[in-house]
């Protein structure tokens, strides 16, 4: 249950970073110009803020079943999660941009807030640390590190709310591979989350599968369909 609730906890602050093909031999003076250039290899900030919604159907498995995650986003912060088994909705949760809420023996109630406390930082679809925005996020860079023999940027980025992540972006592709965040500091407990597969779908370049996990606990999710400004309404948040 620990392990659901993290997942549910990392894909519904909807922070993944997503990029496309770079030049390898960029010249990189600071965290800033890191994420500047994966910015670009997306598409560029113009066409990311052109983009209002994002609908994901995600495959994997819990407890040995074949189930779907079906993830809805609209900007600038709204977010919808549901667990699917057989076409069946089995959970669901959403943020309608100030609460968030659950259903759970088929009632509606209020969630846990802890859950999408990064969600009132967020302006736009992407994180993307938020396409630079300074007043939302400090960076540094911590020199490189390497992600299943890749090397990467390594980077350190902390939000207003005090919350910390370190994000590992290729320095062949400017992608990211990897990201790490606290999510208990007390009970020292992370989340990791590592992205592969990534194509191209119209304008913009996203992964398609990624291995989260926490404390030695790893689950594999893979991206089978991706609609871009489509297949989300404001009644998916009510």
């Given at each position: 249950?620990?392990?659901f609730?993290?997942?549910?906890?990392?894909?519904?602050?909807?922070?993944?970073?997503?990029?496309?093909?770079?030049?390898?031999?960029?010249?990189?003076?600071?965290?800033?110009?890191?994420?500047?250039?994966?910015?670009?290899?997306?598409g560029?900030?113009?066409?990311?803020?052109?983009?209002?919604t994002?609908?994901?159907?995600?495959?994997?498995?819990?407890?040995?079943?074949?189930?779907h995650w079906?993830?809805?986003?609209?900007?600038?912060?709204?977010?919808s999660?549901?667990?699917t088994?057989n076409?069946?909705?089995?959970?669901?949760?959403?943020?309608?941009?100030?609460?968030?809420?659950?259903?759970?023996?088929?009632?509606?109630?209020?969630?846990?807030?802890?859950?999408?406390?990064?969600?009132?930082?967020?302006?736009?679809?992407?994180?993307?640390?938020?396409?630079?925005?300074?007043?939302?996020?400090?960076?540094?860079?911590?020199?490189?590190?390497?992600?299943?023999?890749?090397?990467?940027?390594?980077?350190?980025?902390?939000?207003?709310?005090?919350?910390?992540?370190?994000?590992?972006?290729?320095?062949?592709?400017?992608?990211?591979?990897?990201?790490e965040?606290?999510?208990?500091?007390?009970?020292?407990?992370f989340?990791?989350?590592?992205?592969?597969?990534?194509?191209?779908?119209g304008?913009?370049?996203?992964y398609?599968?990624?291995k989260?996990?926490?404390?030695g606990?790893?689950?594999?999710?893979?991206?089978?369909?991706?609609?871009?400004?489509?297949?989300?309404?404001?009644?998916?948040?009510?």
């Amino acid at each position: 249950m620990q392990i659901f609730r993290i997942f549910c906890f990392v894909l519904l602050q909807m922070t993944s970073f997503h990029f496309a093909d770079s030049q390898s031999n960029t010249s990189i003076k600071d965290a800033y110009n890191v994420i500047s250039n994966s910015i670009e290899a997306m598409g560029g900030k113009e066409y990311l803020e052109s983009i209002h919604t994002l609908y994901s159907d995600v495959k994997t498995e819990m407890g040995e079943r074949q189930v779907h995650w079906i993830v809805k986003e609209m900007k600038p912060n709204k977010g919808s999660f549901q667990i699917t088994y057989n076409k069946k909705i089995v959970y669901q949760n959403w943020f309608d941009g100030q609460n968030g809420y659950e259903i759970v023996g088929g009632q509606k109630r209020e969630a846990n807030a802890e859950e999408f406390k990064d969600k009132l930082y967020k302006r736009n679809i992407f994180n993307e640390l938020d396409y630079i925005d300074s007043s939302l996020w400090t960076l540094e860079l911590m020199g490189a590190a390497s992600v299943n023999g890749e090397q990467c940027y390594k980077i350190r980025a902390t939000s207003v709310d005090g919350s910390v992540r370190t994000l590992y972006y290729s320095k062949a592709t400017f992608w990211l591979l990897k990201e790490e965040k606290v999510v208990n500091s007390e009970k020292d407990t992370f989340s990791t989350v590592l992205f592969s597969g990534y194509k191209k779908f119209g304008k913009l370049t996203y992964y398609t599968e990624m291995k989260l996990g926490s404390n030695g606990e790893y689950q594999t999710a893979t991206i089978e369909k991706l609609l871009v400004n489509a297949g989300v309404s404001v009644n998916d948040f009510k």
